[in-house]
């Protein structure tokens, strides 16, 4: 059964890998690894991670200096912006993110970091501000803002968080720490609406439906893949359903938690703060670090009931995550391989819900 539904499911991957997925853009060529030649940053011992919102982990200016000047829009207006408002000459401004009306940069004033965020739309860092300064309050690890203007142009600035991103082999006490800093968060209330749903349900059977249409367009329809996902997400509607959320981090991937020299955990990119499901949390690590959420879990200290359904929820969110970034590297950054990589994700964890492995990995 399991080779069944593994074969079927690489087939449909392969009917999606099969059409166009765009162009590569200059914004997008900014989104690349890491190169492993590239030189990295004054006071890291690794490659530390962008502290960019909404970003795939970014290897521009912050982490590494290609031997390209790629990483440097001097003729940028909002680079003029930043070099204006922190008196330096825009040659001193490293570009960590960008698109068109957005940059995300990392500014040395006075020997002393920060990262700095431009916009042209007015007060495009408020809900990032406010997400902030309410974890700062909690006394959780995030950066300490230094400014925030509206604009237009918006400007947000905050001091530099030094460390490198988390992964499944790093510290098991570090990782216990995400797990606590996880249960603080998710014992913050949270009311509807969710994503602009009434309830935790609609707004997860949306999200897949909308997902699971992409990926049919895509070439999936000529499998049975489609009524396994449909089965899955039956499965998994008992946990969902008559249930409150809980406030997540929503965007809480392994390279949004920073560990530094000493084993301290930072946290940045924090904007996402919202009501949703606790177990969606736990899958964002899980989906690009496996293994991660056994320490993690250990930290968070999960409840019977809790762990119960976490055991149901995680692998589904994992699967539903995977789809959701599968789209966007396909549809919105134009990687292939990224979207690939990520449907490979997808069918291993439909795979094995289908074989009914699920209990096996990645909660026990």
Same mark, same amino acid.
């Given at each position: 059964?399991?080779?069944? +539904? ?31 030649? &590239? ?14 919102? #909404? ?41 960590? &993110? ?23 739309? /007015?007060?495009?860092?408020? =809900? ?37 991103? +988390? ?34 349900? /609609? ?23 489609? /009524? ?12 969902? !359903? ?8 929503? #965007? ?7 560990? #530094? ?8 990119? +924090?904007? #996402? ?44 969110? +994992? ?6 970034? &599968? ?10 391989? !990224? ?6 994700? /997808? ?12 209990? =096996?990995?990645?909660?026990?």
């Amino acid at each position: 059964m399991a080779d069944a +539904v593994h074969s079927k499911c690489i087939a449909a991957r392969r009917g999606s890998s099969s059409l166009p997925f765009g162009t590569t853009t200059y914004q997008d060529k900014l989104r690349q690894p890491c190169p492993a030649s &590239a030189r990295h940053a004054v006071g890291d011992v690794e490659p530390a991670v962008s502290p960019a919102s #909404d970003t795939q982990p970014w290897c521009i200016g912050a982490a590494c200096h290609p031997s390209s000047e790629e990483s440097r829009v001097p003729e940028s207006p909002l680079i003029q912006i930043l070099a204006d408002r922190f008196a330096i000459p825009p040659a001193g401004i490293d570009l960590l &993110a960008g698109r068109e009306d957005r940059i995300v940069c990392r500014v040395q004033v006075g020997g002393e970091l920060f990262v700095a965020k431009v916009s042209g739309t /007015a007060d495009a860092f408020g =809900e990032e501000a406010a997400a902030n300064a309410r974890l700062h309050a909690l006394g959780l690890p995030v950066s300490v803002i230094d400014t925030v203007e509206p604009g237009p142009p918006a400007i947000f600035v905050a001091g530099w968080a030094h460390g490198v991103r +988390v992964t499944a082999r790093t510290n098991p006490a570090a990782l216990r720490d995400i797990g606590a800093i996880l249960r603080r968060i998710h014992r913050l209330p949270a009311t509807p609406p969710y994503s602009g749903n009434p309830t935790l349900l /609609a707004w997860i059977e949306g999200w897949f439906r909308a997902v699971l249409h992409w990926w049919l367009e895509m070439g999936a329809r000529a499998s049975d893949v489609e /009524a396994l996902s449909w089965a899955w997400l039956a499965a998994v509607t008992p946990h969902l !359903a008559n249930r409150e959320g809980a406030m997540t981090l929503f #965007d809480g991937r392994p390279e949004h938690f920073l560990v #530094d020299g000493a084993g301290a955990i930072r946290m940045i990119d +924090v904007a #996402d703060l919202q009501g949703g499901d606790p177990a969606m949390d736990l899958a964002v690590l899980e989906l690009d670090e496996p293994g991660i959420l056994h320490p993690v879990l250990a930290g968070y200290g999960p409840s019977a009931v809790e762990m119960e359904r976490f055991r149901h929820l995680v692998p589904f969110h +994992v699967f539903l995550r995977a789809l959701s970034a &599968a789209e966007w590297q396909a549809r919105i950054v134009g990687d292939s391989v !990224a979207s690939e990589r990520y449907l490979a994700g /997808a069918c291993a964890a439909l795979t094995r819900w289908a074989s009914h492995e699920d209990t =096996e990995a990645p909660v026990r």
